[in-house]
């Protein structure tokens, strides 16, 4: 179809105003992106799980409806994020090569999850007492993105050690990119989504795993079987590592000097796409990152060094 790139504005999950680029038609306005890669669509789940569904169409370029927000902010989020991986890290898409971002909202009915099916984003609207719809916290956003990213370069198998390490670095990027927008920025994880009717509390902590009864060690990791061996339960290793490596502080009596969110999302790209493979576990994750900041900051920089107090402090060898 032809068209133009125009601007809509709307309303977010959480009710707040924001502006995206939208695709105007003779059929109305598109929730199409072209000014990014091969574009970023965001599509209608209707409620039911056939995906993509229906590309989002509105009639006058205005998004304010209740059952827009979710798609307001999936398509926002995804823009987002896309530039942080652009501007941050030099990558144009998942792929680096531009790939189209697509989204489905209102998937499924009261659906309590999102996820990245291998191709595209999905969102639930949650159930309203759980969670709100999982497309309003932009960093369950890019999470969902990170694992498209995973998934081009290390390709962590998604279970036991390696899926951890897939796990948390969608947590880790979820929280840098909230960071690099300063969005209501912390270490929490899908804090604007998680228990509406609970202000303060999050899916994850990464500051402090155990508020959700993960480990915080090596040593406190899960071995069973559940959530394909504990990717959920035992990001927090990676997620503590990457807090304590960011803000620093003393963990289990080690200290860990902080080098700062910028570097540590250096440090930890590095390490994703140059050296972790399918099937590192959290020792190869350790030697993966010192190596990666040794590229970037040389073996005798104090950056290296906090690599090493950092997965030391979480039991990490
Ligand atoms: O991307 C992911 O890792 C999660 C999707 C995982 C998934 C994998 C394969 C098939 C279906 C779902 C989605 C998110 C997640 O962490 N889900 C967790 C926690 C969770 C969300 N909704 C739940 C409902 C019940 C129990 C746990 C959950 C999970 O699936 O475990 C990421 C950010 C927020 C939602
Ligand atoms: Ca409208
Ligand atoms: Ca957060
Ligand atoms: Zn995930």
């Not at 929730?31 to 209608?44: C, E, P, V």
């Not at 990245?116 to 969102?123: F, I, R």
């Not at 440090?267 to 590192?280: A, F, K, N, V």
Request: no cysteine; proline share 2%.
């Amino acid at each position: 179809i032809s068209g133009t790139v125009v601007t809509g504005s709307g309303t977010g999950v959480l009710g707040d105003s924001k502006t995206f680029k939208t695709f105007s038609t003779a059929d109305g306005y598109y929730l199409f992106d072209g000014t990014r890669g091969n574009g970023i669509y965001t599509y209608d789940g209707r409620n039911q799980t056939r995906i993509p569904g229906s590309l989002w169409l509105d009639a006058d370029n205005r998004f304010n409806t209740s059952y827009d927000r979710a798609a307001v902010d999936a398509h926002t989020y995804a823009a987002w994020t896309y530039d942080y991986f652009r501007n941050v890290h030099n990558r144009n898409s998942y792929d680096n090569a531009g790939a189209e971002l697509v989204s489905t909202v209102h998937y499924g009915r009261s659906y309590n999850n999102a996820g990245w099916t291998g191709s595209q984003m999905v969102y639930g609207d949650g159930d309203g007492y759980n969670f709100r719809a999982f497309s309003g916290s932009l960093d369950v956003v890019a999470h969902e993105l990170t694992h498209a990213v995973t998934d081009f370069t290390a390709d962590l198998i998604y279970q036991n050690e390696s899926g951890a390490i897939n796990e948390s670095m969608s947590d880790i990027f979820g929280t840098l990119t909230e960071y690099h927008f300063n969005n209501n920025p912390d270490w929490l994880m899908g804090e604007d989504i998680y228990t509406p009717g609970t202000p303060g509390d999050a899916l994850r902590s990464m500051a402090d795993p155990t508020l959700a009864g993960d480990p915080d060690h090596y040593s406190k990791r899960y071995t069973g079987t559940q959530d394909n061996g504990g990717v959920h339960i035992n990001s927090g290793i990676g997620n503590k590592m990457a807090y304590l490596l960011a803000n620093g502080g003393t963990h289990y009596g080690v200290k860990v000097n902080g080098v700062g969110n910028d570097k540590v999302g250096k440090i930890m790209y590095r390490t994703l796409t140059q050296y972790l493979t399918p099937t590192s576990n959290y020792s190869h994750f350790r030697a993966s990152a010192v190596r990666a900041a040794t590229d970037l900051y040389g073996s005798s920089s104090a950056e290296v060094a906090s690599v090493k107090q950092a997965f030391s402090a979480v039991g990490v060898y």
